[in-house]
């Protein structure tokens, strides 16, 4: 059972916009913090945007005003709004999860995230 599932990557041109998404599995209690990360060819893993419980977000630098993270807190589901996309931002995007309540963390299996120029 894969304990998370985003969706939503693809191609698209320079300037334009993708919104990933997140599904938690129901069986992971306790989920804290949320978070995209992404890794592109050849580099290390970064992280994009963080969530917390209660909601206050954090972004690299790379993509402050351009991307958003949010949450649904009821299906505990985690979004990431990518607009003005650029080259850079190619890479495979993965959700994460902090179950602290339980002392576990999730990863996905990440989606591909392709910008052409």
């Known amino acids: 059972q894969e304990m998370l599932v985003e969706s939503g990557g693809g191609l698209v041109q320079t300037g334009g916009s993708l919104r990933l998404s997140c599904e938690v599995s129901?069986?992971?209690?306790?989920?804290?913090?949320m978070a995209w990360y992404r890794q592109a060819p050849g580099k290390q893993r970064e992280l994009v945007a963080t969530i917390t419980s209660g909601g206050s977000t954090n972004y690299a630098d790379s993509v402050k005003g351009r991307f958003t993270i949010s949450r649904h807190s009821t299906s505990n589901r985690v979004y990431l709004q990518m607009n003005s996309l650029k080259p850079e931002d190619t890479a495979v995007y993965y959700c994460y999860v902090d179950a602290a309540g339980i002392g576990m963390d999730y990863w996905g299996k990440g989606t591909l995230v392709t910008v052409s120029s």
């Open positions: 129901a069986s992971i209690v306790s989920v804290d913090d």
